[in-house]
């Protein structure tokens, strides 16, 4: 099954403890991305990916690292996390998103810094 | 960049009624436009998409319109049932160079909760 996999779904942390959210697709898509969802505001782009080892700043990329080793996975660390990034995160996927290829999102990840 | 206003926030509609949502975008170089439906507990999926050299798209009780003049769209359900209660979020997507490279960019609107009574 065409899948986008996330783990873990949840995640409670305490401040300034490095966490890694994982993130693996198996459609081969070229084009990975991470979203975060707030109350009101919305999905927000973190980072995304267009291939192996091309990675670049969404629109509030403070606070999160991603890398792209390999074309399935695109993990999402988090190196000294802030209760400001508790949130609900998404990882997305796919060859480019267009008409032709809609973006697949994975169930999600709620996260909780306290 | 990209600024994606969706209204209204909430919706409450009786099953077998008509519901609407509406859309407008910033950029008239966005020129595609998807719909996502997110059901408690999972993430978004994909339910309808217009491109922007099409005004009407319809695929059974789910219709999207797109005035390009006005930069505004709008997705239309017909005879509501209620598993079509859920968060709705349309999107326009972005093509260019961000940051010294490129990017797909899909910006969002901050979604709609749709509620069908029974």
């Known amino acids: 099954e065409a899948q986008v996999t996330q783990n873990p779904r949840y995640l409670i942390t305490v401040t300034g403890k490095k966490l890694t959210v994982t993130c693996s697709q198996n459609?081969?898509?070229?084009?990975m991305s991470w979203y975060r969802q707030d109350p009101g505001r919305g999905l927000r782009q973190i980072y995304y990916s267009m291939n192996v080892e091309v990675t670049d700043k969404g629109d509030v990329p403070e606070g999160y690292k991603v890398s792209r080793k390999e074309k399935r996975n695109f993990p999402l660390i988090l190196e000294s996390p802030s209760p400001n990034q508790t949130s609900l995160y998404f990882c997305a996927s796919s060859f480019r998103p267009s008409t032709n290829s809609p973006l697949h999102f994975g169930n999600g990840t709620r996260l909780t810094v306290t | 960049g990209e600024n994606v206003e969706q209204h209204p926030s909430t919706l409450s509609v009786q099953e077998g009624d008509s519901a609407v949502i509406k859309c407008t975008y910033s950029d008239s170089a966005s020129n595609y436009f998807p719909w996502y439906k997110q059901e408690l507990g999972k993430g978004p999926q994909l339910i309808i998409d217009?491109?922007?050299?099409?005004g009407e798209k319809k695929d059974q009780r789910i219709a999207v319109t797109l005035n390009k003049t006005a930069k505004h769209f709008s997705l239309h359900i017909t005879e509501t049932q209620p598993e079509d209660s859920a968060v709705y979020f349309c999107a326009a997507l972005q093509v260019g160079p961000y940051s010294g490279g490129s990017n797909y960019k899909l910006t969002f609107g901050k979604g709609t909760l749709l509620t069908v009574n029974p």
């Open positions: 217009i491109r922007s050299n099409v």
């Open positions: 459609m081969n898509h070229e084009y």
